[in-house]
């Protein structure tokens, strides 16, 4: 028989607690790509001298493969002295890798700001703070969230890359059990299935949060 | 002794590449003047109020305020460019009103109105919706302070503004055509608001106006630009009644002849 059911529920709560860890990389590397992304789009615009170092810095990123990027943290780095645990490197470099396309995003937003809204602030003699928090960045980010959010979703889908460092998420938890049981069906069935579904999901949740975002701005 | 100009412009130039905008410009405007800039499209009104606003650079010369340099500071003696901090100290005795109105879409009239005072001058979120409460109530809109921009015709989004600049309790107030993205029929209301500033209050005011007739009965002073210089300028019932510049005169009956 190719597929057991009995193995399949054995496997089940070794899985599920991998799963949290998939999440939980998702989650922390998703906020640190969103919050690092912002700060480098607001850095660009208020400190017009650091545009072109943003710029090779952003391009220098998002050209080279992620996997990479996660060795680089992970086994590069503590030639220079900086010892990182395989989760913390790898959802760095996760974060880092998002943050340079959710700068984009971000960018994109601010760009598409009227002009006047910026002579507005400067007229009430707004400080540039003041301006991206209250003014500019509220705007800005309704229109971006979908975007923001299929990030979110390639984001977790690519966290098996950390089994490459032997994090145990989903994948690596997968292969081990794979390899000690010589049984792979399952347990890479079981991942396929969790990726599906939690794709699924994040993806209705944006739709909503689009949905009531829209329904607010309209106003 | 003379009373120091709540304004003016020494010798300055703005260029953007080879075009030059304003050429060597000289205006003094006194405490609580209303002064009104006329002049055909393209000659350089919006530019003097935007680089007063500090939303432009100057090439050359130097605009001081109540007699400190607004674009420069002094140090040693020398005039250097001016840092931030110091725009940011004179550039809050100016106010400006757009023609495109730029209210903050995502805000009410309210918040439009209390977002400076409190998060520029450090007002209390009471005291500064007391204070709004009241510029909006001499706007007339007291009944639309919790509307958003949006739900706002376009005379009542300007007289928001209006309100809104009033509430950092600027010296001088900039109005850049702010009826022409009207309908006619909501001309006179944003007029109306003006006058009433104009009186209530001890504001210097330069305005740039397609209304002549609001700049006839309005203004101390009215200037007229052509190709980036003052052509003519006096009181009004001189500039309109008796113009000298054959240019004014072209202007004015081409205006005329239009509306
Ligand atoms: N950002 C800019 N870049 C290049 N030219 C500009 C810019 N802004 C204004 N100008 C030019 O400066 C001239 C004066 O503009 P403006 O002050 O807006 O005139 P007005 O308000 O009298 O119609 C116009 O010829 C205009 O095309
Ligand atoms: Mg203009």
Redesign the interface.
């Known amino acids: 028989m190719i597929w057991d059911w009995a193995f399949a529920f054995e496997i089940l709560p070794v899985l599920a607690s991998a799963a949290i860890v998939s999440i939980e990389a998702t989650l922390i590397g998703f906020a640190l790509a969103a919050s690092l992304g912002l700060v480098l789009a607001v850095v660009r615009i208020a400190v017009p001298w650091t545009g072109w170092t943003i710029s090779v810095l952003v391009e220098l990123i998002r050209s080279t493969p992620l996997l990479i990027q996660i060795f680089f943290l992970y086994f590069v780095f503590p030639k220079f002295g900086v010892v990182l645990d395989a989760f913390t490197a790898g959802v760095l470099a996760i974060g880092i890798h998002y943050a340079a396309y959710c700068s984009e995003v971000y960018r994109a937003g601010f760009d598409n700001i009227?002009r006047?809204?910026w002579?507005?602030s400067?007229?009430?003699?707004?400080?540039a703070w003041?301006t991206f928090r209250?003014?500019i960045i509220?705007?800005a980010i309704p229109p971006i969230v979908p975007a923001l959010g299929n990030y979110l979703v390639a984001l977790f889908k690519e966290t098996p890359l950390l089994s490459a460092i032997a994090v145990l998420e989903l994948m690596q938890t997968a292969k081990i059990i794979g390899s000690e049981t010589f049984r792979y069906t399952e347990p890479m069935t079981l991942v396929g299935l969790f990726f599906l579904a939690m794709s699924l999901v994040s993806a209705a949740l944006i739709r909503s949060l689009e949905g009531l975002l829209n329904r607010r701005?309209m106003? | 002794m003379t009373e120091q100009p709540m304004v003016r412009f020494d010798n300055v130039s703005k260029r953007y590449g080879s075009l030059t905008v304003l050429d060597g410009l000289n205006l003094d405007i006194a405490r609580g003047e209303k002064v009104s800039i006329i002049g055909p499209s393209g000659s350089g009104k919006t530019t003097v109020l935007r680089m007063l606003?500090?939303?432009e650079t100057i090439n050359d010369g130097v605009i001081w305020v109540e007699g400190e340099p607004l674009t420069h500071m002094q140090r040693n003696g020398k005039l250097v460019p001016a840092d931030l901090a110091h725009i940011?100290k004179i550039?809050?005795k100016?106010?400006?009103v757009?023609q495109?109105?730029?209210?903050?879409?995502?805000m009410t009239a309210m918040q439009n109105c209390i977002?400076?005072p409190i998060?520029?001058l450090g007002m209390k979120r009471a005291d500064a919706e007391a204070r709004a409460a009241e510029l909006l109530d001499m706007v007339g809109l007291s009944e639309k302070k919790d509307h958003?921009p949006?739900?706002l015709s376009g005379g009542q989004q300007q007289r928001v503004a209006i309100a809104?600049?009033c509430a950092?309790r600027p010296k001088i107030m900039l109005f850049d055509e702010v009826t022409s993205a009207l309908d006619p029929e909501l001309v006179g209301e944003v007029l109306e608001v003006i006058r009433k500033l104009g009186r209530e209050h001890d504001l210097t005011m330069l305005m740039v106006t397609h209304q002549m007739g609001f700049a006839k009965e309005f203004s101390d002073r009215v200037c007229f630009f052509h190709a980036g210089k003052i052509c003519e300028q006096g009181p009004p019932n001189e500039l309109f009644g008796a113009p000298k510049n054959e240019r004014t005169r072209q202007f004015l009956h081409a205006v005329l002849e239009a509306g």
Do not use: C, K, W
């Open positions: 009227h006047g809204q002579e507005a400067v007229a009430l003699n707004l400080s003041t209250d003014i509220p705007q701005t106003r | 606003m500090t939303l940011r550039r809050a100016i106010g400006m757009f495109s109105f730029n209210l903050f879409p995502h977002e400076a998060t520029v958003y949006s739900q809104r600049a950092m």
